[in-house]
């Protein structure tokens, strides 16, 4: 790894001395030109001399979106500079999104295996979306968990004869759509009283004869949820 300048951003003392120490025992090509506690000192910094790396911190003083807001502003300014996210927010992957979004060339939770020489070559050689084994692991188990659903679906779907017209009938009842509302949509070519006997239909198909008595609109959704049949996070209205 070539000698490279780095600007450390980090606003607890204890994690910053560590830092710089793991820069000084690991990673002695990195010249560290400074290191801010907070925003106005990093950008003190920044006006003496750009580095090549920016390490930063998410959470500066208590907020979090003061990190993302600083690495939208570097890459802005500088579309040559490194930025590599050094965080304690493992459980906020909103937040890693928007730093993401924001222009950070990867994220490295401060948990398990922490800041490793090769996550730092691999930026300063040109990566992007350089990860830790912890993010990987978060991503990967978010990544099961879709695919998972989505086939749970796929079977559903089959296993209990839905056609698209059922599945869009039953996702606009889960918006709060009236049947009168949903007959009314674009795609939708059957109107009320229609609607109504596939409800009917549709009741029959999910419930057991035990269960039917009583079933109303609501019911029904919490059916088609709990057979996996409607997905929570795909919960979106057709054009009107």
Known sequence: MNPFKVIIVEDVKLELKGTEQIFRSDIPEAEIIGTAQNESEFWKLMRVQVPDLVLLDLGLGGSTTIGVDICRQLRARYSALRILIFTGEILNEKLWVEVLNAGADGIILKTGNLLQRDDVQLVMNGRRMVFNEPFLERVMARFKAVINGESDQSDALIDYE?????????????????????????NMPFGTKSLEKRQADLISRLFSDRERTGVNATRLVTKAFQLHILDLNNLEPDEE
């Open 162 to 186: 839905i056609d698209e017209y059922d599945e869009r009938f039953l996702r606009h009842l889960a918006l709060g759509y009236t049947k009168d509302m949903i007959a009314n949509l674009r």
